[in-house]
């Protein structure tokens, strides 16, 4: 619903384990790891340049260790790559190993996979902030020290989601999903602009308030779209060099980490020219949508056109209003709107804004 490609591969920790085996093997036989009491840890004190990736320092790691004091352990900034005896001996998923029936760590299930799949050298690495101190520390220590190589060139840490009164909690039954969005009101498409709009390094503070902003904004930018498509104008597969400036710009901001904001800034600027011809921006917004990913490429040009069902959708929906049957005016929208039927409350009543082509 939020149009983020599938991965070509998606691997399940559970199905991988001769890998995790291998590599923990190789740590021990080059002597970064060692085995006591049935578990292999690594030690840190054999990787040099172990601090460094987060500014680090041995004593700051061994407070931030996500298990209590291990006695089994050199050093308690070593981590674990093998569990055998742990504080969960009724532990339901166990293996057999070299070093006993148990687990693998959790930081060398992600460097397993990842070598497996991508090689001992690959380009970027993601994940949240709150993984730099301890798993991807760890990760870097035990790829390298296995691949004898550097193992990834750039890491895209993206900071935190919080709501206005602090971070999201499951436990509290306040999470929310794009599920909840729809069922309140908004197209799914609405959150990915409203997060287009901060940089993926940068905490955003998620508010209804805010979300309504993007959802306007979209609606606004989707209008101007439609508004060219159905222009009675001749189209151009050519661009002004002004068109390849702007062009240039945008994928200039997308090439320098992601800078999210200022693209669509510079797509709003595309939008509001008067130094562009209609084809040169239908041409840019359908370029710059393989990145932004917000249907813009697929809004139709022909004129709106809806089946019988679908305008008796819309009547019973403006009745429902008319009547403050909120809820079922509601169930009606989000009817509409899995359709890809976008409608709009104006003072004149319920208008179809745009149609977005199903492209599952």
């Given at each position: 619903?939020?149009?983020?490609?599938?991965?070509?591969?998606?691997?399940?920790?559970?199905?991988?384990?001769?890998?995790?085996?291998?590599?923990?093997?190789?740590?021990?036989?080059?002597?970064?790891?060692?085995?006591?009491?049935?578990?292999?840890?690594?030690?840190?004190?054999?990787?040099?340049?172990?601090?460094?990736?987060?500014?680090?320092?041995?004593?700051?790691?061994?407070?931030?260790?996500?298990?209590?004091?291990?006695?089994?352990?050199?050093?308690?900034?070593?981590?674990?790559?093998?569990?055998?005896?742990?504080?969960?001996?009724?532990?339901?998923?166990?293996?057999?190993?070299?070093?006993?029936?148990?687990?693998?760590?959790?930081?060398?299930?992600?460097?397993?996979?990842?070598?497996?799949?991508?090689?001992?050298?690959?380009?970027?690495?993601?994940?949240?902030?709150?993984?730099?101190?301890?798993?991807?520390?760890?990760?870097?220590?035990?790829?390298?020290?296995?691949?004898?190589?550097?193992?990834?060139?750039?890491?895209?840490?993206?900071?935190?989601?919080?709501?206005?009164?602090?971070?999201?909690?499951?436990?509290?039954?306040?999470?929310?999903?794009?599920?909840?969005l729809v069922r309140d009101?908004?197209?799914?498409?609405?959150?990915?602009?409203?997060?287009?709009?901060?940089?993926?390094?940068?905490?955003?503070?998620?508010?209804?308030?805010?979300?309504?902003?993007?959802?306007?904004?979209?609606?606004?930018?989707?209008?101007?779209?439609?508004?060219?498509?159905?222009?009675?104008?001749?189209?151009?597969?050519?661009?002004?060099?002004?068109?390849?400036?702007?062009?240039?710009?945008?994928?200039?901001a997308v090439y320098n980490?992601?800078?999210?904001?200022?693209?669509?800034?510079?797509?709003?600027?595309?939008?509001?020219?008067?130094?562009?011809?209609?084809?040169?921006?239908?041409?840019?917004?359908?370029?710059?949508?393989?990145?932004?990913?917000?249907?813009?490429?697929?809004?139709?040009?022909?004129?709106?056109?809806?089946?019988?069902?679908?305008?008796?959708?819309?009547?019973?929906?403006?009745?429902?209003?008319?009547?403050?049957?909120?809820?079922?005016?509601?169930?009606?929208?989000?009817?509409?709107?899995?359709?890809?039927?976008?409608?709009?409350?104006?003072?004149?009543?319920?208008?179809?804004?745009?149609?977005?082509?199903?492209?599952?």
């Amino acid at each position: 619903m939020l149009n983020i490609c599938r991965p070509h591969i998606i691997c399940l920790a559970t199905e991988h384990i001769p890998e995790m085996i291998k590599m923990v093997q190789t740590l021990v036989q080059k002597e970064y790891a060692y085995i006591s009491d049935g578990n292999v840890y690594f030690d840190v004190s054999k990787f040099d340049r172990y601090t460094e990736f987060a500014g680090l320092t041995i004593e700051s790691q061994k407070q931030t260790e996500r298990v209590d004091h291990d006695s089994r352990k050199r050093n308690q900034a070593d981590f674990v790559l093998w569990f055998s005896q742990s504080k969960f001996p009724n532990q339901i998923m166990k293996w057999d190993s070299p070093w006993g029936v148990g687990f693998p760590g959790w930081h060398v299930e992600c460097s397993a996979m990842a070598t497996k799949y991508l090689g001992k050298h690959f380009d970027i690495h993601c994940g949240g902030i709150d993984h730099i101190r301890v798993h991807h520390t760890n990760e870097i220590a035990q790829s390298e020290c296995c691949n004898n190589e550097k193992w990834v060139n750039y890491w895209l840490h993206g900071e935190f989601l919080n709501v206005e009164d602090g971070k999201m909690s499951k436990s509290k039954g306040d999470t929310l999903t794009i599920d909840t969005l729809v069922r309140d009101g908004f197209d799914p498409l609405d959150y990915r602009y409203f997060l287009l709009i901060a940089h993926y390094r940068s905490s955003v503070a998620f508010s209804y308030d805010g979300l309504k902003t993007a959802k306007n904004s979209l609606q606004k930018l989707r209008k101007r779209v439609l508004q060219w498509k159905s222009a009675d104008t001749n189209y151009s597969a050519e661009i002004s060099s002004k068109a390849i400036e702007y062009q240039s710009l945008f994928w200039e901001a997308v090439y320098n980490d992601l800078h999210t904001p200022k693209a669509m800034a510079i797509a709003w600027n595309v939008a509001k020219s008067h130094r562009l011809s209609i084809s040169e921006k239908i041409i840019l917004f359908n370029d710059f949508d393989r990145v932004l990913g917000l249907d813009l490429s697929l809004i139709k040009k022909e004129e709106i056109v809806l089946t019988e069902e679908q305008n008796q959708l819309v009547k019973d929906r403006e009745h429902a209003r008319k009547n403050r049957h909120w809820s079922e005016a509601d169930r009606i929208r989000i009817v509409l709107l899995s359709q890809g039927i976008q409608v709009e409350d104006t003072a004149n009543g319920s208008e179809i804004s745009f149609i977005i082509e199903n492209n599952t």
